[in-house]
């Protein structure tokens, strides 16, 4: 009886229950530089509350959040990223949104 009452109150308020917020979100574009804007599209994203609460990871490298909606992030791509899962956190919460490919920058070419 008590395991069921905890189920049913205590573990969504404490953010233990598995959820799926952002399960269907999309990240436009898949591929880019370090630097470049990333959107993250979905719902469920909630809304902004800290740097600390709401984070969004490329392949465990953070990323700058420029702008943070129920329904859309936009990031700038961490120099640091490398190709991988790009994850949403919020607080205790965690959803992948979708792979990321890092493209590196090149030199085509040196004019004097």
């Known amino acids: 009886m008590w395991f069921i009452l905890f189920c049913a109150l205590i573990a969504p308020v404490a953010g233990l229950t598995s959820s799926t917020w952002a399960a269907s979100s999309s990240l436009i574009p898949e591929s880019a530089p370090p630097g470049a804007v990333v959107n993250i599209s979905g719902k469920g ?10 984070r969004v990871l490329f392949h465990g490298a953070p990323a700058l959040i420029q702008r943070w909606d129920p329904d859309l992030i936009v990031v700038k791509v ?14 205790k919460k965690k959803t992948i949104v979708g792979s990321f490919t890092v493209q590196k920058p090149t030199v085509q070419a040196v004019t004097p």
């Open 45 to 54: 994203f909630g809304q902004f509350r800290s740097a600390q609460e709401n």
């Open 78 to 91: 961490p120099l640091r990223a490398t190709n991988g899962a790009v994850e949403v956190v919020r607080g």
